[in-house]
């Protein structure tokens, strides 16, 4: 290896070393309570040197989220060139994709949120950070619409599904990553049943039966008679 790239190399290990402990400061700490010489000192290099690497404290922040926004796709992405028939099997995937990324990086996805606002506009969804949005959950809002096109989920808007589907699945990760010693059950049996329970749930109660031919509805309960005499009206 010659010295151009033992230097680039040098520099992508340095950028990672900062990233890492960015991430685990911001999430301790707070990200108003974090410094780029804070940042520095914990990887034993000096201000000056990361400075080199990043303009300031807030292009850190950008890059984290950046990078966590592409792993995240990049394995809805591999998902997707190799999709299963169905689309609710195929969201089920990504669903599964998506609760692994979270509970193996938990720092960045308590980054995602603690420093994010999520907008909805025109049946899209956007994350802000700081200067900068992001267009994010497109995909599973994609399989949604396949599903009710296919008749595997309710005709109810597809925005309102998105938000019983991630209220459960960001709940499931939230209590995992917050209480770690909980005697929860593996991850795999935890999010198999999760998905069972969504995948039941989400049709709603089964409409009521129509009669058979010939076989006259079922008249309604009559109101119960009032006991005892009425009191005369004057």
């Known amino acids: ?17 900062i990233l890492a402990e960015a991430e685990r400061l911001f999430v301790r700490d707070g990200y108003a309570n974090v410094s780029m010489r804070k940042i520095a000192a914990r990887i034993e290099y000096s201000p000056t040197t990361i400075y080199r690497v990043f303009r300031d404290k807030a292009d850190v922040m950008e890059q ?12 809805y992405e591999a998902i997707l060139a190799h999709r299963p028939a169905s689309p609710l099997e195929t969201l089920k995937l990504i669903l599964r994709e998506y609760i692994a990324f979270a509970v193996a990086h938990p720092n960045h996805y308590q980054l995602w949120f603690a420093t994010g606002e999520l907008r909805a506009s025109g049946g899209r969804l ?12 497109h995909i599973w809002l994609e ?6 096109a296919a008749g595997l989920l309710p005709e109810r808007e597809t925005l ?8 459960a699945v960001h709940g499931l990760i939230s209590l995992r990553i917050h209480h770690p010693r909980f005697p929860w059950p593996p991850l ?4 198999d049943a999760l998905l069972a329970l969504l995948d039941h749930g989400l049709a709603g109660a089964p409409a009521a039966a129509a009669p058979a031919p ?7 309960p009559r109101p119960p008679r009032p006991r005892g005499r009425a009191g005369r009206h004057s």
């Open 1 to 17: 290896m010659g010295i151009r790239e033992r230097k680039v190399r040098h520099r992508l290990d340095l950028r990672r070393s």
């Open 64 to 75: 984290l989220i950046a990078e966590g926004y592409r792993g995240v796709y990049a394995r």
């Open 126 to 137: 956007q994350m802000r950070h700081g200067g900068t949005s992001y267009q994010v959950y």
């Open 143 to 148: 399989r949604i619409d396949e599903c009710k």
């Open 160 to 167: 309102e599904l998105w938000q019983l589907v991630w209220a």
């Open 188 to 191: 795999d049996a935890h999010v």
């Open 214 to 220: 010939g076989v006259p509805a079922p008249r309604p």
